[in-house]
T-cell receptor
Framework: GDSVTQMEGPVTLSEEAFLTINCTYT??????LFWYVQYPGEGLQLLLK?????DKGSNKGFEATYRKETTSFHLEKGSVQVSDSAVYFC????????????FGRGTQLTVWP | NAGVTQTPKFQVLKTGQSMTLQCAQD?????MSWYRQDPGMGLRLIHY???????DQGEVPNGYNVSRSTTEDFPLRLLSAAPSQTSVYFC????????????FGNGTRLTVT
């Protein structure tokens, strides 16, 4: 069945360090791909998305590129801040007949000053 | 803008009790869904709806019922609570059935003793 594999956390970085969170997935066809972020005590918020191969989604300094050949959608940020501390989820979109987004287990990121 | 509103925020139940988790959205979204979030498991889809009067099962539907009598509301009913249903529950909606991002509520933390 469909699945998402995310980099195991927790990830701990110093402020201004480079961040990569790996995400690979299995799916039928070429789904739209999303990254969501969850801050403590809150629901999930959309961070970025990409809808077709080679698309790059970006927001708040985060980027991810849709790699069809490797079925991957790795999240990157060049210089993290303390305020980026959160849990990050990768989620492909199966479409409504299969219940839309399915999520990875999430990667906890902690950034120290 | 209210967005997706979930009530209650916290709930404690005894085994065998029933209750309804409420979810309402004011964005005229067609698609609505319920997820549960457990440590180390990510988010798992319970039930979803592509429009008023239409519901379908997700990955983990056992022990839960839903209905969609209006576009705005999508309540989740626990028929006979069990300790395995201790979790954080999120309601999410989207404008349409593919590509558009999911908007999440802030969650209901449920404990079953």
């Amino acid at each position: 069945g469909d699945s998402v594999t995310q980099m195991e956390g927790p990830v701990t970085l110093s402020e201004e360090a480079f961040l990569t969170i790996n995400c690979t997935y299995t799916a039928t066809g070429y789904p739209s791909l999303f990254w969501y972020v969850q801050y403590p005590g809150e629901g999930l918020q959309l961070l970025l998305k990409a809808t077709k191969a080679d698309d790059k989604g970006s927001n708040k300094g985060f980027e991810a590129t849709y790699r069809k050949e490797t079925t991957s959608f790795h999240l990157e940020k060049g210089s993290v801040q303390v305020s980026d501390s959160a849990v990050y989820f990768c989620a492909p979109d199966r479409g409504s007949t299969l219940g839309r987004l399915y999520f990875g287990r999430g990667t906890q990121l902690t950034v120290w000053p | 803008n209210a967005g997706v509103t979930q009530t209650p925020k916290f709930q404690v139940l005894k085994t065998g009790q029933s209750m309804t988790l409420q979810c309402a959205q004011d964005m005229n979204h067609e698609y609505m869904s319920w997820y549960r979030q457990d440590p180390g498991m990510g988010l798992r889809l319970i039930h979803y709806s592509v429009g008023a009067g239409i519901t379908d099962q997700g990955e983990v539907p056992n022990g839960y019922n839903v209905s969609r009598s209006t576009t705005e509301d999508f309540p989740l009913r626990l028929l006979s609570a069990a300790p395995s249903q201790t979790s954080v529950y999120f309601c999410a909606s989207s404008y349409d059935n593919y590509n558009s991002p999911l908007h999440f509520g802030n969650g209901t933390r449920l404990t079953v003793t």
